[in-house]
């Protein structure tokens, strides 16, 4: 698809989010929201650790996950802390059912819905392995008169576009700009996942301390991330899919068997034709 | 619109024509994400600032676009915070346009039940009139045993960290000029 | 120690992480596993409250193993010294230090000075103490005078007299062994004992080691001590003036620094020169001759002052009118903000101004505050929004309870709305003492005003109302120089020209200063704060550089902003050479004597006086820093050495105690002496006390309680509760208790919680997490409760305010209040509701009795 954009095409771009640095201070989440005029969520007290966005959405691009580990008599305490995004798929099932041609992979390979073409069906939303995509159930505010609030419900989905109006601009993601200790990396993704495998071996060295790569294999189920993470347990802990596959894997199979069935449908037409011109 | 360029946009003319037969790429792109452009390119102009929450000070770029504040990130330039901010000062933009920033003066007179209105000018007049009174009606020229005071003990002046130096320097000239000696901030506190 | 950084100086933190990156070991020495425990290293976890008793447990580990840096602490501190040999310490007198007056309730400190010195002033003042510099004696200005010249009448370099301040210390932290750290900390003794070993292999000629705090060190009944303690650690281990090294202060607020440095404090003046004060100095020479140490850079106080009255007052201070000293307003020993709220209790307050600040919830005892602001004639808010300090007269607990009624408050209320940061012009200093400019980005919108604009106009017209009066109490407002240009449609007065007044000028050429060694005290310069002198210099204004760290060679990037003093970025930085000017280490090199140029050089400007060699000897005459030998580094010390012991300067004593808080559920395990006999308490009606320890009733309140903040609030609210993106990330008050006592009273997670004390009770919402464990003190399980201070009943986000449960118990040298330890009870449950709240804290207070 990269193909497509001929010399407009540009070095594949992501993030690596290192969680072993991350403080959890959320500034991703607003800065972020600054950036694209996300709206707030809603002001609802969850009681699960520091994290009161609970997961991405529509309303929620970055989401830092707290996780407290541990009881202080028996072994060291651990407070995970991570900050996840759209994964921005090298084998996106969002962008595959998408019927209307909104979602697009851009030429800087990322994974991104259109707003302007969106009209909210919504078949992306199960299509997503991790849950991201998501219909926005709020009054439908269009920006820049940010102000000014239409009755009509926006009911279109949303999710991380990696700022592509930054990128174009030349400017990094407004997430991996603010975070003040660089757990969110950003820039082309092959230096970005250099830089994972050696950071990797670092921990590793140090202490280990169940430090692993998560989406960074280009042969995992969705072909790899464009944003993927280095994190200190399980996948399952930060409420990640361990294996997540895509879920269009059987696309190009259900063609082959849609084709078939055009073909003798357009058979039987012309059949039908033929007959009733007799 | 004319009719040619609704031709050449016809999704399967360009999903054709530019080497994207699936329609995922650039065939797809709208005319909005072909012409989307970093807001802060648009902006008239920008200004070196300083984060205006905690003491580390960090640099913020604030741009600006017909007279308002369209956003504020971090000043790559400054070796304190190389162009982080933290929520706070991230949220910076939406602190200066809070829902409930206040662009009137409000008074309450004695006893009163509600909010009134009131001119800036009269509340400048007004305020002055009542620091002017309560000082001459307190003014201690001496304490209980003889010795100097020159001053007011009714009246009393709070803030000052979260303000400039040169606000705080006029704040404690005036007073001391005043014989207001009750000068306090967050320092404190 | 006493900070969350990672939480609260976010950005700040990417040094830390940095560092750890590189191999640097990270404590976290705090009562809760935070954000900044996850990212270090190692986390102690340790009592609220109980920091002197961990930190010297670290001084006495480094004296009894040895483990300080002998040449650093022989040359550089006062270790050396032999102190009077009237001085008693608190092992001697059962917790109280030599000079005690139980009737004054105040130490008379002329035991604590070194020996052989002659005390300050005769008989006649001997009354009042040794206390050249009262009023502002304590906290920022005590820098000893008394000496004749830079060098104690009586020292032992081997450190051996068993008077010299080595063997003080050595003799007052003997019993902080790891064992009585455990115990009173709750820590393990094996943890601590790694801790000291990784500070001490962190220090000394290739290796530094640094402190960072914060609140959770000042704000309580001992919080400078606090601080002070490190200091000797530090010194111990030849940690100050060094790179890598020192005590790092992190403020809170954008220019609290630059509200303490140019104060709107009411014992300072600009530049911490003591305000007159109405009973310490009678004339002003005096006056003079109490401030003006005879040795150190404060011999030249004279000059900083005069500069500044002529900054204030121009042509009408004169030297035949001793520049207007008699006319100025006196001070009291204690007229600080807690001070100001009794008294507008008591009804003498009658008019108040706030800017930028929310005593309603941000002061501790809050309730205490709100009824006082409900007894004044008049009170001026000014904020950006609505906050609680404005609302209260019909938006507050009180209201809610019936003890204030709308129409019966007598108090006229101006809410005036501030200009941001965005839209004015201004300098902050931030908590490195540097000086950043901010332009303004766009106009204030409707009546919202900086408060420069306030400030400045508000005086015009009050100068203008009384240009025509006779009265002799405003002759000095009369007198007050008040001239700013001012520009745009709303008469915008011109910052920068009140930063050049501050920077200062010589009259006759109108020249602007570029250094306070400039200064004069005849009366020909002008200057409106002199340690900020050289900020705008060769008509530059030196905040506003804003030059990129990649251009700039040197990792101290002193082209960006400007530090006072002198752009001088770390202080007293000639420790970092050794006595003869050597680096200690090539790795560790940052200043040092540069043989061939005959001058001190490196990465900064060096803070020492250019040309005074490495082997300088003061003569005997020798005045302000000529007489500071070359070998003395703390240049603005009498003697140029610092303090391990503090001979005067502080209120409550010389070298810092274990002292329990104010309200705590325990016995000093040292004393009988149990808290701080110098704390300021003031029990009234409106501030009771919880009963403590083991007086009956304190199991009513059995529980440690500490107040903080989140990365996602700021302070009292005013800045975040009010901007929609932050609020919904923590868009509830909750409170933090451990499993253990969640099960001891029946609180469930995600719950309510109603938390009391013997003031007010409040309502937050139940976390239940293993991050602040119970602990075992004095062998009594305890359990801590933490309360972020950040809600109150005004913004986006509601809630009960931490504020209203603690009390006003202060520290006796800055009057600040203990918040980050006192003792509350805890329920299941939602709080009373109307005139039920009072009456339910009344109850528990009777059932206390």
Known sequence: MLDSYGTEAKERVGFFTDTSVCIGCKACEVACKEWNLVPEDGLVWTGESYDNTSELGANTWRHVAFIEQGEPEVDALRWLMSSDVCKHCTHAACLDVCPTGSLIRTEYGTVVVQEDICNGCGYCVPACPFGVIDKRHLPRQDPPALPLITKKEDGRVWKCTLCYDRLKGGHEPACAKACPTDSIQFGPLDDLRERAERRLEKLQAQNANGARLYGNDPDDGVGGFGAFFLLLDEPEVYGLPPDPVVTTRDLPGMWRTAAIATGALIAGVAAAFVGGSR | MNLPEVVRRWPVLRQLREGDPLGLGRAARSRRSEALKPRNDAADHVVQSVCPYCAVGCGQLVYVKDGEVSHIEGDPASPISRGRLCPKGQASKSFVHSPLREFKVKYRRPYGTRWEELSLEDAMEMIAQRIIDTRAASWEEKTEEGNPANRTMAIGNLGGATLDNEENYLIKKLCVGLGIVQVENQARI | ?????????????????????????????????????????????????????????????????????????????????????????????????????????????????????????????????????????????????????????????????????????????????????????????????????????????????????????????????????????????????????????????????????????????????????????????????????????????????????????????????????????????????????????????????????????????????????????????????????????????????????????????????????????????????????????????????????????????????????????????????????????????NAESVLQEVNGWEIETGEFLDGYPKLKDDGSTVCGCWIYCGCFTEGINQTARKKAHWEQESYVAPEWAWSWPANRRLLYNRASADPAGKPWSERKRYVWWDEAEGKWTGLDVPDFKEDKEPGYVPPDDAKAEEAIAGDHPFIMQADGRSWLFVPQGLEDGPMPTHYEPHESPFDNPLYSQRANPRRQQFERPENPYNPVANEPGAEIYPYVATTYRLTEHHTAGGMSRTVPYLSELQPAMFCEVSPELAEEVGLEHGGWATIYSTRAAIEARVLVTDRIPSIEVQGRKTHQIGLPYHWGTRGLTTGGSANDLSSIALDPNVHIQEVKAFSVGIKPGRRPRGEALPAFVEQMRNRAR
């Open chain 3, 1 to 493: 120690m006493g900070s969350n950084m990672a939480e609260n100086h976010p950005v700040g933190f990417q040094w830390v992480m940095e560092a750890r990156e590189r191999g640097a070991r990270i404590f976290h020495v705090d009562p809760r596993f935070t954000r900044t425990s996850a990212m270090c290293t190692d986390w102690i976890g340790i009592r609220a409250g109980s920091d002197i008793a961990f930190l010297g447990g670290v001084v006495n580990y480094i004296l009894e193993h040895g483990r300080w840096f002998e040449e650093y602490v022989k040359h550089y501190t006062n270790a050396p010294v032999v102190i009077s040999e009237e001085f008693a310490d608190t092992e001697d007198l059962d917790g109280l230090f030599s000079g005690w007056d139980p009737e004054k309730g105040k130490y008379d400190v002329s035991s604590w000075q070194y020996a052989g010195m002659e005390v300050h002033g005769a008989a006649g003042q001997r009354e009042e103490g040794f206390q050249p510099t009262k009023g502002e004696g304590s906290g920022h200005g005590g820098h000893g005078g008394g000496l004749k010249h830079g060098e104690p009448p009586e020292e032992d370099p081997e450190l051996q007299h068993p008077r010299c301040v080595f063997q003080l210390l050595k003799k007052h932290y003997a019993r902080y062994t790891p064992e009585f750290v455990s115990e009173t900390c709750g820590c393990s003794a094996e943890a601590f004992v790694e801790y000291c070993d990784a500070i001490c292999d962190n220090s000394g000629r290739e290796r530094t080691g640094a402190f960072c705090y914060a609140v959770g060190w000042t704000q309580h009944t001992v919080g400078v001590q606090y601080i002070r303690t490190a200091a000797i650690i530090q010194q111990l281990l030849g940690n100050m003036g060094r790179p890598g090294g020192g005590i790092m202060a992190l403020r809170g607020h954008a220019s609290i620094q630059g509200s303490t440095d140019i104060p709107t404090l009411y014992n300072i003046l600009p530049g911490y020169l003591p305000m007159p004060h109405t009973e310490a100095y009678g004339d002003f020479q005096s006056y003079m001759d109490a401030n003006t140490s005879p040795t150190g850079w404060w011999g030249n106080f004279r000059s900083y002052w005069v500069s500044l009255m002529k900054a204030y007052f121009g042509e009408h201070a004169t030297e035949e009118n001793d520049w207007l000293f008699k006319s100025l307003p006196r001070i009291d020993d204690d007229n600080s903000a807690y001070w100001t709220t009794l008294q507008m209790l008591d009804g003498k307050v009658k008019g108040y101004l706030i800017a930028g600040e929310n005593p309603a919830v941000g002061n501790t005892n809050a309730r205490a505050h709100r009824l006082g602001l409900a007894k004044l004639d008049w009170l001026v808010v000014r904020d950006l929004v609505e906050i609680e300090s404005a609302a209260f007269w019909y938006d507050s607990p009180e209201i809610e309870s019936g003890e204030l009624r709308t129409d019966e408050i007598p108090t006229e209320i101006f809410f005036l709305p501030a200009a941001a940061h965005t839209e004015k012009d201004g300098s902050f200093t931030n908590t490195q003492r540097l000086l950043q400019w901010h332009w303004q980005a766009t106009e204030p919108k409707g009546d919202a005003r900086s408060d420069l604009w306030f400030y400045f106009h508000l005086g015009r017209l009050i100068k203008q109302k009384l240009a025509e009066s006779e009265e002799p109490r405003d002759d000095l407002i009369k007198a007050l120089r008040w001239e700013y240009p001012t520009h745009s449609q709303i008469q915008e007065p």
